[in-house]
């Protein structure tokens, strides 16, 4: 059977690539999902240019046209849920519920901001002069460039392009190119809600090539990226030379607080999920458990029997908590850890072994290490997979302090019963998102994503928040 091929979107029409290269799966090597276009500076530059050309028409347009368009593309999304799914699946090994979820919200996203186009308001205010008006209104920014990570290869890619289209932006999209079947399938789901031609572009290929062309362009406004700090600190370098607008997100180190006075069972369940599932391949999963003392021992063998029962496999099987890493690359990068962190002289007290399964992946068992100190490498750097480490604190201000402890800011945890502790968490916990008995990774589409510190650079992620990156404010005086 011949493997099908997938052309980027540019001006409304679908282009062949210089070259295309296979999307397979990392729970069956044996499936070829898809070939994917290879994309170049040129075809950048014809993207670029054509979302330029559609920008004055779109920009200046029916807000209700936008707004159909948007809930249009809600619709379908919704409406396929299961079908993406699989294919999110697939291609990313997250699990099929986990997929479908992701897919779930990237419909809420456009659906929110279907809203947002008629929900966007200005101020009018009295000026220090006489008979003279004051009106402040927002603008779009113009072309945005969009450079996504594999990790959440359709949720990412929907909290970037809908807030851009609704405020009135055009788009050029490049998804990681580890991921491109899900951005392909949004953009053809784009390409067919009435969206002019031009204004919504796909361009997919390496980061080198595509992401380094989006970002030195001088007829791309903005950039929004997600991806690892170091990738974003040279983003934010060479986006200065154009004086771009610049929208970061780049990871994190997240700490979950145990105190002794946390019920064990919300502490251990909340952890496992922080840590462990979607194979820890969020930038808001934690890695660094601190706990303090008196609980220690008991949620360490307690965390250890709950993942014992954390089932790894092929992410369309029934019943699979957690499925392979993406990449043969990841899994080395893993597994260096685990070398790292035994050499640093921390003890792995469960898990990192590599899982068997029926069809050939990138399986490995989650992994625990105990014994483990704030400096070490494992506790400082972001590994982005199943590993956590326990870090054992004498009491809340140390563990606050050990929580702080990183050049990453962008989710905190604590698990606690006591009033007093949690709501001086979150006001001290450096971090742009608290979580007080709850998973750090999970969070609502409506309200503001984003760090601080190494985490985020600029204004923040979703909700009506995002209008802070996707539009510029105007203000205008009018003599009576």
């Known amino acids: 059977m011949t493997t099908p091929r997938y052309d980027n979107l540019i001006d409304g029409q679908w282009v062949a690539g210089n070259s295309y290269s296979q ?5 069956n090597l044996a499936d070829v999902i898809g070939e994917y ?12 240019r054509a979302a330029r050309a559609a920008f004055p028409a779109w ?7 936008r707004a159909d368009a948007l809930e249009k593309i809600a619709a379908e999304i919704l409406a396929r849920r299961e079908e993406l799914g699989e294919l999110l699946a697939r291609e990313e090994g997250k699990t099929r519920p986990e997929a479908i979820g992701e897919v779930v919200r990237a419909g809420q996203i456009f659906r929110f901001f279907a809203g947002e ?7 009018v205010l009295p000026s220090v002069r006489p008979n003279v008006g004051v009106e402040i209104t927002r603008e779009p920014v113009g072309v945005v460039g969009l450079i996504t990570p594999w990790n959440f290869p359709i949720a990412i890619p929907a909290w970037k392009i809908a807030p851009a289209l609704a405020h009135g932006n055009c788009v050029v999209i490049k998804p990681a190119d580890l991921v491109p079947g899900c951005a392909w399938a949004l953009a ?25 062309a989006l970002v030195d362009h001088a007829e791309v406004d903005a950039i929004s990226f997600t991806g690892s700090e ?24 997240n700490p979950q607080v145990v105190l002794d006075d946390a019920d064990l069972d919300v502490a251990v369940e909340l952890s496992a999920q922080s840590a462990f599932y979607s194979t820890g391949q969020r930038c808001t999963a934690s890695s660094r458990l ?12 307690a965390l250890r029997e709950r993942m014992a029962r954390i089932k790894v496999g092929d992410a369309l099987a029934q019943g699979i908590d957690m499925g392979p890493v993406a990449s043969r690359p990841q899994l080395e990068q893993n597994l260096s850890y685990l070398a790292i962190g035994r050499d640093e002289g921390a003890r792995l007290a469960a898990g990192g072994d590599a899982v068997k399964a029926a069809t050939e992946g990138y399986f490995m068992s989650p992994a625990l290490f105990v014994e483990s100190a704030a400096g070490m490498r494992i506790n400082r750097e972001e590994i982005f997979g199943p590993v956590a480490s326990v870090i054992r604190v004498k009491d809340y201000d140390e563990a606050l302090a050990v929580a702080n402890d990183t050049m990453f800011g962008l989710s905190a ?7 007093k502790y949690a709501t001086h968490f979150k006001r001290h916990a450096q971090a742009g998102m608290v979580m007080v008995n709850l998973p750090t990774a999970g969070v609502d589409y409506h309200v503001p994503f984003g760090g601080r510190k190494g985490s985020s650079y600029g204004p923040r992620e979703q909700g009506a928040y995002a209008r802070e990156f996707y539009t510029t404010v105007k203000t205008a005086y009018t003599l009576a």
């Open 23 to 27: 999307n397979l799966n990392p729970s």
């Open 37 to 48: 276009a290879q994309g170049d500076a040129a075809q950048v530059e014809a993207a670029v």
């Open 59 to 65: 920009s200046t347009g029916s807000v209700q046209a």
């Open 117 to 123: 186009v008629v929900r966007q308001a200005g101020e």
């Open 188 to 212: 053809d789901i784009i390409s067919r809600s009435g969206i002019p031609a031009g204004v919504f572009n796909l361009v997919m290929g390496r980061g080198s090539v595509i992401g380094n």
């Open 230 to 253: 170091g990738v974003g600190r040279g983003i934010a370098e060479r986006a200065s030379r154009t004086m771009k607008k610049v929208q970061l997100e780049m990871g994190g180190k």
């Open 290 to 301: 601190i706990v303090t003392d008196a609980i220690h021992d008991r949620f360490v063998q």
């Open 413 to 419: 945890g604590i698990a606690t019963t006591s009033l």
